[in-house]
């Protein structure tokens, strides 16, 4: 029962995110105050929807350029992918191979971002900076968080059927599972009154 509590409640915080991300440039702010609500609701607080306003609040200014940015290199390694891959370039294969892995740094940047951004201030280069130094610091964790997004992607593009229900609560567990392994590395860069 616990746990279809918990995973009603996550579902219910899942559509508000996903709902909120519509208009595209508040996917960034969006996902800041679902990583807010998962972690209030993992510390026993399940007013997701409170939260969830509360967390926008807090952190809309921070996130929309991250989300923003984050959208627009996305968005160049998608056109860049299409362009050399339907085109004959010389060194092709290294260009793609050096783009893969700034597209994997970057997606291992982004699973770190909205955690840290909830759990501790600074400024717009230090949260992206530190991001990129827990993603490889945390590798196993990294892994784990970009295995379970990974499979997420792969049901919605390859099982129609499983894939409206999976996406009814995916992001939010998501965000839940990663913030539960999340704290195991916050718990030792928290001042003692944060802990």
């Given at each position: ?88 370039i010389p ?27 909830i759990n ?35 049901a919605v ?39």
């Amino acid at each position: 029962m616990q746990g279809t509590l918990v995973l009603a409640r996550l579902t219910g915080l899942n559509l508000l995110w996903m709902l909120c991300c519509i208009p595209i440039v508040t996917a960034g702010p969006s996902t800041a105050a679902m990583y807010y609500a998962a972690n209030q609701m993992r510390q026993g607080d399940n007013h997701f929807f409170r939260n969830f306003k509360e967390g926008w609040k807090k952190h809309w200014k921070q996130a929309m350029p991250v989300g923003i940015l984050f959208e627009i290199l996305i968005a160049v390694f998608y056109f860049g992918y299409t362009a050399i891959s339907e085109n004959n370039i010389p060194n092709s294969k290294v260009i793609l191979f050096i783009a893969l892995l700034c597209a994997i740094t970057l997606v291992m940047t982004m699973l770190w971002e909205f955690p840290i951004m909830i759990n501790f201030s600074g400024s717009f280069l230090d949260l992206i900076f530190n991001a990129f130094l827990f993603a490889f610091m945390y590798a196993p964790y990294t892994i784990v968080q970009a295995v379970l997004v990974g499979l997420w992607g792969y049901a919605v593009t390859h099982f129609y059927i499983i894939a409206v229900i999976v996406s009814l609560f995916a992001g939010a567990l998501i965000a839940y599972v990663s913030l539960l392994m999340d704290e195991a590395a916050f718990r030792k860069y928290r001042q003692p009154s944060q802990k």
